[in-house]
């Protein structure tokens, strides 16, 4: 008998165990992975040019890895992101640069109730005179 409930307890614990997997599986797949989005100038990630065009952004490793990939597939860049601290009004999905010294610089991607940053070795930060230019997201 005490062989009997050590096995129902082992199990209950193995079932318990997959249901927040499955459930995980479930939440994450309600996510996107993958949208596009037409960008209609040249755009600086960093230190490296991408051309103007139809872009898919594929999250590669959570939400804070980015891939941007040309509609042909001859250019891509990874984009590493951090959550923004101030809280932001909900809104669609979109693309913020910032434009410095005549270049736009990728700087913000918005969800649609959450915005990331790029990460200080790639971010440029608004200075005085700059401009801001915004692109939408789509699913």
């Given at each position: 008998?005490?062989?009997f ?24 797949t309600?996510?996107p ?8 100038f ?11 065009g ?52 990728l700087?913000?991607?918005w969800?649609t ?7 200080t ?19």
């Amino acid at each position: 008998m005490k062989t009997f409930v050590k096995f129902s307890g082992a199990m209950l614990i193995v079932f318990i165990s997959l249901l927040g997997f499955a459930q995980s599986d479930a939440t994450e797949t309600a996510t996107p992975t993958k949208r596009t989005a037409t960008i209609p100038f040249e755009f600086w990630v960093g230190d490296r040019q991408l051309p103007s065009g139809d872009y898919t952004i594929e999250m590669v490793d959570g939400p804070d890895v980015l891939l941007f990939r040309t509609k042909d597939g001859k250019k891509e860049e990874q984009v590493f992101l951090t959550p923004a601290i101030n809280p932001v009004p909900k809104s669609n999905p979109k693309l913020v640069f910032v434009v410095h010294d005549g270049k736009s610089n990728l700087a913000e991607v918005w969800g649609t109730d959450h915005k990331r940053i790029l990460t200080t070795r790639y971010g440029v930060f608004p200075q005085k005179g700059d401009t801001t230019r915004e692109v939408a997201v789509k699913e």
